[in-house]
């Protein structure tokens, strides 16, 4: 390089290494490389389905569970409405398209891909508001509390315990409700990483 076309200061020594990556990303897409990004998404996808079905549907079970063995008519209106939740969940992971159709070209298979999992996390940040009338019903009558408390006898534990006393007070409340604001921050930042994704796969394959 010659000394005239070097940078003459920092800023432009950064704007020239930035232009430089930015230029590299914008090299486009192989097929092969197309082809191995599709491959590994499939897997990634199929994987995220079969944990969110485990998960979901487990959830279901323990509250059904809880809507037939539990007294207290809130607690089973609560645990209906959450066994509710997870049932329909469960519904829209298992019948969410995962795996790459015949004629699908792998371009068009992660574009969808893409767009599927940045729609699924949006719309996962909206479905955590319909957990807000259970909760709160739950702490007002004091149900979650006793429901807790039945759980922790039935499994031998003393009410003398530091556990005890834990979950007889607020904090499991506020651990559920901190959670669920965490859960709603990174459902936003995982949309958020699917959406560069999809334009880097826009710019690279000059769509």
Known sequence: MKDSERPSTPESLWKSIGGKEEASMDIAFTPDQLCALAGSRQRENLWGQRIGLILFTGLAGVCAYNVISVDQIWARLSQAWLFGWSCWLAWCIGRSPRRMNPTESCASFLRRSYESK???FLALRWYLFLLIPPFL???WTGSARALRLSRLKALGVEPSSR?????SGPWPFLILLVSLVLAWFA?????KKAERELDELRRRTQE
């Open 118 to 120: 940045r729609g699924g």
């Open 163 to 167: 556990l005890y006393e834990f979950s």
């Open 137 to 139: 019903a739950s702490w």
């Open 187 to 191: 459902f936003g930042l995982a949309a």
